[in-house]
């Protein structure tokens, strides 16, 4: 960083702002394709389904191409307004 503040003048450094994710990890023996998840998502009754392809690189026990369903059940959509004052 030395060489940019020779060129532009300034000893001022911007610490970046980092934000943490919290998850919580829900399955050992599988995961999403990092790669190309291509989610789809369906509206079944007020039950929502989503299918995902499955991590091939990482679980031997899956081919390219292996899906997983997931069903989030009695699912339904909240609408929020701003704020307005």
């Known amino acids: 960083m030395s060489w940019i503040n020779k060129i532009f003048g300034t000893n001022k450094v911007e610490k970046i702002p980092t934000r943490k994710i919290d998850y919580i990890q829900i399955t050992k023996d599988w995961n999403a394709d990092p790669v190309s998840p291509e989610i789809e998502l369906k509206v079944d009754g007020i039950d929502l ?14 081919q390219e191409g292996d899906k997983v369903k997931i069903r989030f ?13």
């Open 73 to 85: 059940k009695n699912v339904r959509k909240v609408v929020t307004f701003p704020f307005v004052s």
């Open 49 to 62: 389904i989503m299918d995902i392809y499955l991590n091939h690189f990482q679980f031997d026990k899956y």
